[in-house]
């Protein structure tokens, strides 16, 4: 009797039945966020069309369209890109590794700590933090606070191995703990210091530069790199950490390994373009729901990150009376997303 189950399967996965629409779906999604990000960057006051972007950006433009596409507004269409990719893959990550739809860095604390760390050194006038400011700057600032952030979280929930629910119970602890240190750093501030830090908690797009897209480009690169290559050895982690133990997975230094890559990817967006809320705990979700795949799926969660952010940063400019930061539109979208997921987790 011959069997029906495609070549290549491995035995106790589900993924056979799901992949060929996984692949359709990722394909779909790059098609649709290539779009948005060529039609962000044809919207602005020098209205430019879609082909002309798309000749631009192949080379082909005019000098005119090549001053306004690539240097005017590709840093910050590009920043949303990388921003967004990175973020969804933080929250594919933490979600598959918690097994937990709720698991994101903006509730295991790791964009609180970064949050933390950079409204100090804007608010702290003089001396040490001063210094520190000027030579190593706000982004580099960030992003040590989200790294040193989630690894606080992870010592803290470690007891022999890594449990979902503790990992999120700790995170928002620590979140909490951030957020408070935050409150109390912009209240003791000059209002001066104040107002610069708060256009920067709020998460925005605006006035990114190339030395800031070109760091978090290749920093993101790197990483999916990483991931791609240990995601291997953490699919059979979805069968529990007994039978990944018996095929051979040293599934405590896999899942250290992700949770790494999670807390650099979210240091990293954050560090490019502020505490982005919602992005990283909606994204997963939805590339999830449209692949139809039992757990969060990489590459489709970073692409539905981008597409959410593009398109929240096109909304913040053009849809409404006057432009907001981004961050805005994304909190507007991810708050009922919260909602909806805490009364399916109640209902079950």
Same mark, same amino acid.
């Given at each position: 009797?011959?069997? @029906? ?11 056979? &039945? *799901? =992949? ?23 919207? !602005? ?5 879609? @082909? ?5 950006? +192949? ?13 005017? =507004? ?37 964009? $609180? ?18 210094? &520190? ?14 790294? $040193? ?8 929930? *470690? =007891? ?5 629910? =503790? ?32 256009? *920067? ?8 530069? *190339? ?17 791609? !290559? ?68 990489? %590459? ?19 849809? +409404? ?19 909806? %997921?805490?009364?399916?987790?109640? +209902?079950?």
């Amino acid at each position: 009797m011959t069997s @029906s189950v495609a070549p290549g399967v491995r035995l106790g996965r589900v993924s056979f &039945v *799901w =992949r060929p629409w996984l692949v359709l779906v990722t394909l779909l999604l790059t098609a649709a966020t290539f779009l948005v990000f060529c039609l962000s960057i044809s919207v !602005g006051d020098f209205p430019v069309g879609l @082909s002309r972007v798309i000749a631009t950006i +192949l080379g082909r433009g005019e000098r005119v369209d090549e001053f306004v596409v690539m240097d005017l =507004r590709m840093p910050r269409a590009l920043a949303g890109l990388v921003v967004g990719i990175a973020l969804g893959m933080s929250g594919a990550i933490t979600q598959s590794v918690a097994r937990n739809p709720l698991a994101s860095p903006d509730i295991l604390g790791i964009t $609180g700590g970064a949050s933390a760390v950079a409204v100090f050194l804007v608010t702290v006038s003089g001396g040490t933090a001063a210094a &520190v400011a000027g030579s190593v700057g706000l982004p580099a600032a960030a992003l040590a606070g989200g790294l $040193g952030t989630g690894l606080l979280v992870y010592f803290l929930a *470690w =007891r022999r191995g890594i449990e979902g629910f =503790r990992l999120i119970l700790i995170g928002i602890s620590v979140s909490a703990v951030m957020q408070a240190i935050t409150t109390w750093l912009l209240v003791s501030a000059d209002i001066r210091d104040v107002a610069r830090a708060q256009a *920067w908690l709020v998460g925005s797009l605006d006035d990114r530069s *190339w030395d800031e897209v070109r760091v978090a480009f290749w920093c993101t690169v790197v990483l999916m790199a990483v991931v791609a !290559g240990v995601a291997f050895q953490f699919k059979p982690m979805h069968l529990g950490d007994d039978i990944a133990a018996g095929l051979g997975v040293r599934y405590s230094r896999v899942r250290a390994v992700l949770l790494l890559c999670a807390v650099l990817l979210a240091a990293g967006a954050v560090s490019a373009a502020g505490p982005v809320p919602f992005v990283a705990l909606v994204a997963p979700q939805v590339a999830m729901r449209l692949a139809k795949y039992p757990t969060p799926p990489m %590459l489709a969660s970073g692409l539905v990150g981008a597409l959410l952010l593009i398109g929240a940063d096109l909304v913040a400019r053009t849809a +409404l009376p006057i432009t907001l930061p981004v961050g805005v539109v994304t909190a507007a979208i991810g708050g009922p997303f919260l909602v909806c %997921l805490l009364v399916r987790a109640n +209902l079950r």
